[in-house]
Each structure stands twice: as C-alpha cells, then as structure tokens.
C-alpha cells in the first residue's frame, strides 16, 4: 500500500515564527489532504491540494504530484496553531501519515 | 465546508458490553463513509470502509464480528463495538466524501471517545 512519511515529527517555535511541514508518499494519489488535530481531538481541514498551490492566510500548501510530496507552509505562527498537523493521501482508501506536532510558545 | 456530526462524543462502558456510535453527514448525501481509530500519540488508523446498501470493507486485523458496521442509509453509518473490553478504549472518528465513489474531499466527524472499564 502507500507510504505516507511526514516531517519532522516534532517542532517547538517561538510565537511569529514560519514553519514548513513537509509529507511525502510513495504512489500516484488522487487526492491530498492537510488537516489540524486540536486538543480535543477534532479534525479541521486545511487544504484539499491534489496539485498546485493553495493559501488560505497565513497558511499555504504546494503539492508536486509528480515528486510525490507536498508542502505546508504555517507564517507568522501563534500559540492556537499549536497541536497535530496530518497529511493523509487518497489512493483508494486515505492513509494518514503519523503527524508532526507543532507546540508554538509565546 | 461540509458537516458531519458524530454521537456520542464520550461514553463509558464496562467490559462485556456493547456501545454504538453513530456518524451523520448533515449537509450531503454520502454512500461511502470511512472508520478510523486513533490511539494516544498515534496516528489515525482506518478500521473500515461503510458502504450504504451493502456490506463493509474491513482493513487486514480488523475484527468484523466485533466491530459491526451498518450503512442505514445515504446519511448514516453506524459502528457497533460488541463484548467491548478494555483494549476497545480508543478514539473512533468517522468520515465522509464529499464526491460519490468514495473520492472527494473528505470531511471527519467529532469523533467518539470511548472508555471500557
């Protein structure tokens, strides 16, 4: 099956500083998907990014499908982004990579 | 973005008994929903794929006869744990697609938190 390998796993920011989280993947996906894992456990989406480049704020995300790996950008970062960051891909089924979890201090 | 609700958020039960979660898209009609099951620190494992109108797909390791899934209809999909027991604890979170086929973006429910004393 696919392979879903995000890095790093772990990331302590200072408050106003940029990040980017990166997600690689073995095979052709349909779809890629970025989600935010708050403290409760609930998923919010952030971006639906098969291809291209998305931004929504001070986030942004950039797919190459041909390279097969994809790019979340987080700028001038603040302690509510803290918490679990997945990139899961579509190849028949989703698959989600393990996560890395961003903790920004003020 | 699109809206699916997940009941209950948190439940208890003893060990031997059987707890059902229920898993909604308000707002679209959904013939594929997924099942997940995340343990502490870990990353979200699909259970199951719920199909409505036919049988489920269950990943390699899942028990089918413990973790019953039915697909009522084009907005539900229920996940029955049976003779849960303490190792059942975990967190189940469902999903759905927004495109037929099981495509799309998909959108998670609240997720259910469950504790087997």
């Known amino acids: 099956g696919i392979q879903v390998e995000q890095s790093p796993p772990d990331l302590i920011l200072q408050e106003g500083a940029n990040s980017t989280l990166r997600c690689n993947f073995s095979d052709s996906v349909n779809n890629l998907q970025w989600f935010h894992q708050n403290p409760w456990g609930q998923l919010i989406n952030l971006f639906y990014?098969?291809?291209g480049t998305k931004q929504n704020g001070r986030l942004s995300a950039t797919t190459v499908a041909t390279e097969r790996y994809s790019l979340l950008y987080i700028s001038s970062s603040q302690t509510t982004d803290s918490g679990v960051y997945f990139c899961a891909v579509m190849g028949g089924k989703l698959i989600f990579g393990q996560g890395t979890e961003l903790s920004v201090k003020p | 973005g699109a809206v699916v609700s997940q009941h209950p958020s948190w439940v208890i039960r003893k060990s031997g008994t059987s707890v059902k979660i229920e898993c909604r898209s308000l707002?679209?009609?959904?013939?594929?929903m997924f099942w997940y099951r995340q343990f502490p620190k870990q990353s979200l494992m699909l259970m199951a794929t719920s199909n409505e109108g036919s049988k489920a797909t269950y990943e390699q390791g899942v028990e089918k006869d413990k973790f019953l899934i039915n697909h009522a209809s084009l907005t539900l999909s229920t996940l029955t744990v049976t003779s849960a027991h303490p190792e059942d604890s975990s967190f189940y979170i469902c999903?759905?697609?927004?495109?037929?086929?099981?495509?799309?973006?998909?959108?998670f429910g609240e997720g259910s938190r469950l504790t087997v004393l």
């Open positions: 707002d679209f009609q959904a013939t594929t």
């Open positions: 999903s759905a697609p927004t495109s037929g086929g099981g495509t799309g973006e998909l959108f």
């Open positions: 990014i098969p291809s």
